[in-house]
């Protein structure tokens, strides 16, 4: 199994290592819920360096990127970061991704860590005559993740910028220990937040200069456990969940970011257009009536125990001390209110609810 630079600091701090994908990652070191709730209410930090690094550079950079992705950085300046999906010619997405513009020439996308090889090898793939080259150098980086209503105060004082000035979705380039960095105002918690990302070499220094001084702070090493029950609060798709080869973007509420009238053709845009036109289901959130877990692929029916769609994430909701869910249903049935859940062959009733579950203002 693959490891981050930050395995030996994992098993220091008792991480309970589990297979993610192929990587030797922590899925807790305390407990999940001292860890959620560590992040909801301090901060918490997290080591995501088996995220992808795939870099796009060249004259023709953003007019290939804007062919590749459905949304769109012709208008955004430098320095911002767009949420994007990839998707091959049928409208389905081949991964979600971050695209960090540094300028018209220069990309940065940062997929995920299950994608990295395929997503690297797609772009070869689509690259056609545009002047450009592309480089997976994701083995070069380590990324860490500071996330809570305390990350601002942290994390500010280790750069030689103003961290608290950055705004949400947008990067910086600096320095962390003298050592360059990119500093984003960006995370997968939906809380306030931020990202650094590093040279592998300078990883361990930097995570445990963040540890140290967050002990002030009430900071917590958190693994992949709170970060799923968390993004899941927040109503973030995970591909392979809310998106994958049977269920389109339309389907999972990401309409937004596709952009079907920008000024350049996209891979996939007619099957998307045609998605919209006919759109039969829907991405929705519920609330159980107990503290069962839904867990994916749960059947979900309606009142008479039809079935009208599945549970496509589910997790135990320690904010709202609820169990909470995301699914997808037959739209027709958008509106119903109430539903049935089989789980383990017994029926539990749940609530359609709007996304997100919890609240927060970034």
């Given at each position: 199994m693959k490891r981050t630079p930050l395995y030996e600091e994992h098993i220091r701090n008792n991480g309970r290592m589990i297979e993610f994908f192929g990587w030797e990652l922590p899925v807790y070191y305390s407990s999940i819920k001292e860890e959620a709730m560590a992040i909801r209410q301090k901060v918490g930090l997290f080591d995501v360096s088996h995220m992808g690094e795939i870099f796009v550079t060249g004259e023709d950079a953003e007019e290939f990127i804007n062919y590749i992705i459905t949304n769109s950085t012709f208008q955004k300046e430098d320095h911002s970061i767009v949420y994007s999906l990839m998707c091959d010619k049928k409208g389905f997405a081949v991964d979600d991704l971050l695209v960090y513009k540094f300028n018209k020439k220069h990309f940065l996308l940062v997929v995920n860590a299950s994608?990295?090889?395929?997503?690297?090898?797609?772009?070869?793939?689509?690259?056609?005559?545009?002047?450009?080259?592309?480089?997976?150098?994701?083995?070069?980086?380590?990324?860490?993740a500071v996330q809570g209503p305390r990350s601002i105060e942290l994390i500010n004082g280790f750069f030689p910028i103003d961290v608290a000035a950055l705004k949400y979705y947008w990067f910086a380039e600096s320095t962390f220990n003298d050592n360059d960095c990119l500093i984003s105002r960006t995370g997968y918690t939906g809380e306030q937040g931020f990202e650094l990302l590093i040279h592998r070499d300078h990883a361990v220094r930097?995570?445990?200069?963040?540890?140290?001084?967050?002990?002030?702070?009430?900071?917590?090493?958190?693994?992949?456990?709170?970060?799923?029950?968390?993004?899941?609060?927040?109503?973030?798709?995970?591909?392979?969940?809310?998106?994958?080869?049977?269920?389109?973007?339309?389907?999972?509420?990401?309409?937004?970011?596709?952009?079907?009238?920008?000024?350049?053709?996209?891979?996939?845009?007619?099957?998307?257009?045609?998605?919209?036109?006919?759109?039969?289901?829907?991405?929705?959130?519920?609330?159980?009536?107990?503290?069962?877990?839904?867990?994916?692929?749960?059947?979900?029916?309606?009142?008479?125990?039809?079935?009208?769609?599945?549970?496509?994430?589910?997790?135990?909701?320690?904010?709202?001390?609820?169990?909470?869910?995301?699914?997808?249903?037959?739209?027709?049935?958008?509106?119903?209110?109430k539903l049935k859940i089989n789980i383990g062959e017994k029926i539990f009733t749940a609530e359609i609810t709007h996304l997100p579950f919890v609240k927060i203002k970034n």
């Open positions: 994608n990295a090889d395929k997503d690297h090898k797609w772009l070869l793939e689509n690259r056609k005559d545009f002047n450009i080259d592309i480089q997976n150098r994701s083995k070069e980086y380590a990324l860490i930097a995570w445990n200069a963040l540890l140290d001084k967050g002990k002030n702070h009430g900071i917590l090493p958190c693994g992949l456990g709170a970060r799923d029950l968390l993004r899941i609060e927040v109503g973030f798709p995970l591909y392979g969940h809310e998106l994958n080869e049977k269920i389109n973007p339309i389907e999972a509420n990401l309409g937004w970011v596709i952009k079907l009238d920008k000024e350049c053709d996209f891979i996939g845009k007619e099957n998307l257009k045609e998605f919209k036109e006919k759109l039969s289901r829907k991405r929705i959130g519920f609330i159980m009536d107990r503290s069962k877990i839904a867990r994916e692929d749960s059947v979900i029916m309606d009142q008479e125990e039809h079935r009208i769609g599945s549970v496509t994430s589910g997790t135990f909701s320690f904010c709202l001390k609820r169990s909470i869910g995301m699914g997808i249903i037959e739209k027709k049935y958008i509106d119903i209110g």
